[in-house]
Structures are given as C-alpha cells and as structure tokens.
C-alpha cells in the first residue's frame, strides 16, 4: 500500500456477455469454451493494464473463472500471473468453508501446491483468499496454517480474510442476529477473527487474518475496529451496492494499509457512462478512487 | 431412493498420494498435473463401480478437484457423467455462499450453463449442491432459482442443501449461539431453509431445499425435524468423525429419502482394516451401510 499509494483492488468479475468491446472478436479457434476463456482472459488483462497501476491487489471473484470450467481455472491462473508482473497482490475472493480435510484442500489449491505420487501440482499460491467462518474455528484454522506455510515457504506474507459483515441486504437475516449473551453474531464473527489472527500480527501492526466488512453500512466500523485493532479489512460494496468512500475512514485507524477498497463494475463500466475508451475510462475512474482513499486515510 | 433401496451418498474425496494401490501405475504421459488427474480419475471410477451400486448418489468435495486446478474441474465433470451413466445422482459438495451475481455465476457453473458470444458454456449439471447460508436469504435464492431452472430445463428436479448444522466440533463457536430472541443460529438457518424450500415441495412431500445436518450430534434431529418438516436431510458424519447410522432414525420421519448417509472414508478405505481387495472391502462397506440405513428407515 505505502509503495503504490494506493489501497484500491481491482475487482475482476467478467462476464462473457459483457466484456469489454473486441474481447470478443479476438481471433481465436477451438471449442466455445475455449474461445469464450480466451475473450474472458483478454478482458482482464486489459483491465489489469488499464486500471492496475492506481491499484494495490486484483480481487478476482472465483464463481466467474468456474463457470468457464477448467479453461476458466487455468486463465485465472494465468490473470493471478499477470498480476503478480504486474506488481499487484492477489486477493482471492473465494468465500470458502470446509471442515478440516476439505478445509486443507481448499487452502492447498488456492495457496499451497498438492503433493502427489508424481510430483507438486502448484496452486493458484494467492496472497490472499477470503474464506466463510460459520463453521467455525477448527474450519479457518486450516486456511490460516495454510497462509502461513506459503508465506514462509515463498519469503512473503499471505493471509485470509474472514467474512464478517457482508456488504448485501441479507447480511441481516443471520449475520445481524443479537445474541443471548449479548454482542450480534458479526461481533462474534469479529472476536473469532481477532483471536484466530493474534499468532500472526507482524511489524506493520497488522494481522495475517482480516476481516471483510461490507461499505454499505459504514457505521459498523468504528465497533469493528475496537473488536479487530490488528485486521486489515476489505471494504466492499462501493459503488454499485451504494457504499461510499467518504465514510470508510474507521477502517483506516490503525494505518493506511488497514483499508482495502475493492472496486469492479465501477471500474469495469465506467466507459458506460463516461463514454469514451473502455480503458480510459476505467484508469480515470480507478486513479479518482485512489486519491479519494489516500486522502481520506492521510 | 425407493428405485435403489438406498440411503447412501459415496463421497469423493480423492487425495494424490492415497489413491486405491494401481491407481497411480497407470499408464498415464504428460505433465504431473495430467498424470496426477488421470490417477485421480481412476481411483473414483473404481469407487464408483465397486460401492456404487450400493448407493443412491455421489458426493465429489470440490477441494479435492480444485486442488488439481482446471485438470480437476474437468476430472470432476468426466465423474459426475460417469456416476449419471452408473444411474447415481450427483450432490456436488460445494458449500458455496456469495451474493448476487456471484451466487448466480456459482449456480450457472455447478448447475447451469454459462451464457457467452460463442454458445452456451456447459456446467456440471449437478442434482444437488451444497450452499453456505452465512450471507443470507439473498445470496440463497440464485442457488434455488439455479436448481429450479436446471429442473425445468432437463425435465428432473434438483436442489440445494443448505448447511443448518454442520458435523465439526467447531460448528459450536457459531452454530450453537443462543439467540436473544430465543433460540439457537442454527435454528434460525433451518427456518431460513424451510421458507426458502416452501415453493418447491414436490408431490413426495419434499422439498428441494434441504438441509445438511451433522450425523456427530443425532440429539439435534427431532427439533430440526420439526423445523423443516419437508427439507430432505444430508447427514456427514459417520464413520471416522464419529456418527452411528443407528441415532439417525428422526431424519426419516417424513419418509425413507428424507434423510442421506454420505460415507467417504470408511467405504475408500475399509481394505485397510478388513485386508483383502479395495473394491470388494469397499462394496462390502457401502451394502453394510444401505441396509443398516434401509432397516432403520423402514
């Protein structure tokens, strides 16, 4: 963050009938799930070299590359590549939960590499990849380990970040539910995320475990930092979902690296309304929200 | 069920470096990621052969097939034709959970097609698939819509099971909680489960929004009974983490299909303490199960 003053991720999302103009017509052979794969990871690359340098991270949304099936996994291979090159973290935004075994499966292909009798299969190795706590804390324990071994395996930091208040209207239904003990359930999701996260807080002040704390009700960050002093949160729901930049400034408390803002359609569409090159438009508008940020968290 | 006098769901969970003795001598080129799917392959066919016919459906833990990248996703799709060829049903262990247009993109990949310039995308198709319900009624209702479509379209039903609560000791740090309105989260998933399930009872009485219920705490299954009188019950848990067929006896209570056994280790890996060959030691297994749960249900 402090390197490219910037705490803005690139969310990536595509949708192969909305990529940007020409992906589509690229040429290309082969069946129409490669073709489609080829146009989708043409879309992205565009949108990693148009918005990326205002950015500290892409976030690529896994249900979009697993609806293209295995091409789709291997071009999100390829796109986590070209971010890397391209000086950018990789956030997955996997949102997975599993118990023990499957939770270590899980960690293995987003960040590890699977051993097998002929040798390492590699992973997608994220810096970071989000996982679901409703199983609890004996299903994020093996994510957590598994951050920590490639981090020490590759010489880096890697870490999770644990949903806690999500940025959609449901988020209410389960996660907003007040406890007989007192506290809501997105607190406790907070205090597991606190202590899962206390083994790993590094010089920076920051945690290996953060926190995903929806934009669209910014009221809860104040309480949320109280309850994660150490996670560094991401912040979606900018944008499209109606959250606003302006009100994120808790989040920032502990440091500038504290707050990642994820953008995606804001960027991705913001040639259909500012009209003009699809890739213009989205570095102006990903550049008008990295100072926006950088400001607000000075 | 009724066609195949069976209860039991053959879990997939194929780990590299434990596959049946032969499966990773096969005759196999290419890179170690071919090799290592190819043995992998392998090793489900032979399941499914030997204990399929025992069963009444296959669970593949999608972990384990992502954890081979875009070679697993396509192994994960040749198996789930495969165990259809072998007249199973399919209950993709996916345990996804994201909010709209994620959800959807999950739903599409797992049950649906992907719509793109170039013609429809495939996706697995599966009968069943397991959902996370942290985010909500918002982020469950593309699955269910998913589930509906992929029914209308290919003239079957299929559904959803929606983690209520879950076999890991775990489970209790969020699952367990007292709410101040009365009640336990998990409670309040399972009332979530049977509204989202209420448009979609079927002449059998049920739902196709069902709910897994962790075989490892049996004294959880009458109140849950209550809760979703209609929701068929996916029961982990039996065998190596601890659950007995025997306790399961409430989640039958509307009927024979109402409840499924996944058994994943201890079918895989009954040659271990039997002797003798893997395939009959796992047949063996599967037929014990079939007709303990059949028994039981009677």
């Not at 340098?53 to 892409?58: H, L, T």
């Not at 002093?229 to 690296?257: M, W």
Request: aromatic letters at 4%; proline letters at 6%.
């Amino acid at each position: 963050v402090a390197e490219r003053e910037s705490q803005i991720v690139l969310g990536l999302d595509p949708d192969p009938m909305a990529l940007w103009p020409g992906c589509a017509e690229l040429p290309s052979e082969g069946s129409v799930a490669k073709r489609a794969a080829d146009a989708v990871e043409a879309h992205c690359r565009a949108l990693i070299e148009a918005a990326g340098p205002a950015c500290v991270a892409v976030k690529p949304q896994l249900a979009r590359f697993e609806a293209l099936g295995g091409r789709g996994w291997e071009v999100l291979r390829t796109i986590c590549k070209e971010a890397r090159g391209a000086g950018l973290l990789t956030i997955l935004d996997a949102k997975r939960g599993d118990i023990d075994l499957s939770a270590r499966a899980y960690a293995t292909a987003l960040m590890g590499e699977l051993q097998t009798p002929f040798g390492p299969v590699k992973g997608l190795k994220a810096d970071m990849i989000t996982v679901n706590p409703l199983l609890g804390g004996d299903a994020l324990e093996p994510f957590v380990a598994g951050a920590r071994e490639l981090g020490a395996h590759e010489g880096r930091r890697s870490g999770v970040l644990v949903l806690v208040r999500t940025s959609n209207p449901g988020a209410a239904d389960v996660e907003d539910l007040p406890l007989a003990s007192g506290g809501i359930v997105w607190e406790r999701l907070a205090a597991l995320t606190d202590e899962l996260g206390r083994g790993g807080v590094g010089e920076c002040g920051l945690s290996d475990v953060g926190a995903v704390m929806g934009a669209t009700r910014p009221e809860h960050l104040v309480r949320a930092r109280e309850l994660m002093p150490h996670a560094v949160f991401l912040l979606p729901g900018v944008g499209a979902q109606g959250g606003r930049v302006e009100e994120l400034a808790p989040a920032f408390s502990p440091g500038r690296a504290a707050g990642l803002i994820p953008a995606s359609r804001s960027i991705a569409t913001a040639y259909l309304t500012s009209g003009g090159d699809p890739a213009d438009a989205a570095r102006a508008e990903a550049e008008r929200l990295r100072e926006l940020a950088w400001r607000l968290s000075a």
